[in-house]
């Protein structure tokens, strides 16, 4: 009787049940911390499903982070789809780190989804590239030289006199009743958006651009959340920003944008002309998506 159940369910099972596995290879050797890195995976799964990977399904990991996924061409194999991917991280700890458990998803023609995990896979991130023989760690910036004083004492001695010529200049023309600064009357989310527009039309090096890019979205942030933004790490802030009940889906778009600055930054990483275009595409959206409600118009009064 067990056996007739079992042919009966294996027959009314849908076509695409097959078993799906996903391997993923680590690293040959140490990684150099913040330099992107390749990882292989096979992904083995029905023939007539389709394999895609959303990065706002992940749980976020300030150890590692998912900078691309690259899906290779598929070919079929013992009656299954074999789908090679090419995983690109990047780490942010010294020691060793893991790319956690990623969500994937197959989805059948008659639109029914399943979910496959990719396996966690631990590798090693080491200091900087040609950090020197001594070993691989970030070491300690080394003290400066002692200069003689009659080096140094002669410049400071003009800089105290400049000093106080520009203090009293100052205070004379505030005496002869000087015109005030305007004062900037647009709020938080009109002045991120204007200093974005500004950007965009600006020709600088990818370093500055997200150096300014990321300064932008954090004084908006200090302003519209009063979350000291301009002051905490890219992981305190995203908790800060969370803590402010921000939208999951907006937090996880921004924490991608403030990752692709860091590799920039400090990793030394190259992005193409596309990435750029839509790490700032992403920025306006940000503001523009958090931005608060309009007033509402006041109601006319009718006077009887």
């Known amino acids: 009787m067990s056996l007739l159940l079992a042919m009966l369910f294996a027959l009314g099972a849908p076509a695409h049940a097959e078993r799906a596995s996903f391997e993923l290879k680590p690293p040959p050797g140490a990684v150099s911390i913040g330099a992107p890195v390749e ?7 029905g023939e007539k499903l389709v394999l895609s990977f959303d990065p706002a399904a992940q749980s976020s990991s300030p150890a590692v982070v998912v900078v691309g996924v690259e899906p290779g061409p598929a070919r079929s194999e013992g009656g ?27 989805a059948a023609d008659d639109g029914t989804k399943q979910t496959l995990d990719s396996p966690p896979v631990k590798f090693e991130s080491v200091g900087p ?11 300690d910036i080394r003290p400066p030289l002692r200069a003689p004083w009659w080096l140094w004492g002669g410049p400071l001695a003009l800089l105290a006199a400049a000093a106080a010529a520009w203090h009293w200049r100052r205070r004379k023309t505030a005496a ?9 009357k647009r709020l938080p989310h009109e002045r991120a958006l204007d200093e974005l527009n500004l950007l965009y039309n600006s020709q600088v090096p990818a370093k500055e651009f997200y150096s300014r890019l990321t300064d ?18 890219t992981h305190d802030l995203m908790r800060g920003l969370r803590e402010a009940e921000l939208d999951r889906p907006v937090l996880l778009r921004c924490r991608e944008v403030f990752d692709h600055a860091d590799l920039v930054k400090f990793a030394r990483w190259i992005p193409n002309l596309n990435e750029v275009g839509r790490d700032w595409s992403e920025a306006e959206h940000i503001v523009r998506e958090t931005a608060p409600p309009p007033p509402k118009p006041a109601q006319a009064v009718v006077q009887p």
């Open 39 to 45: 990882l292989e995976g096979t992904a083995r799964f």
């Open 80 to 106: 299954q789809t074999v789908q090679p991917v090419k995983l690109r991280v990047a780490a942010f700890e010294l020691g060793v780190v893991t790319v956690p458990a990623l969500h994937w998803t197959l």
């Open 129 to 139: 590239a040609g950090a020197g023989k001594e070993g691989s760690d970030i070491r």
């Open 176 to 184: 002869a009743g000087a015109a005030p600064q305007a004062v900037d």
């Open 216 to 233: 932008i979205l954090r004084i908006y942030f200090e302003a519209r959340f009063s979350v000291a933004a301009t002051v905490l790490t």
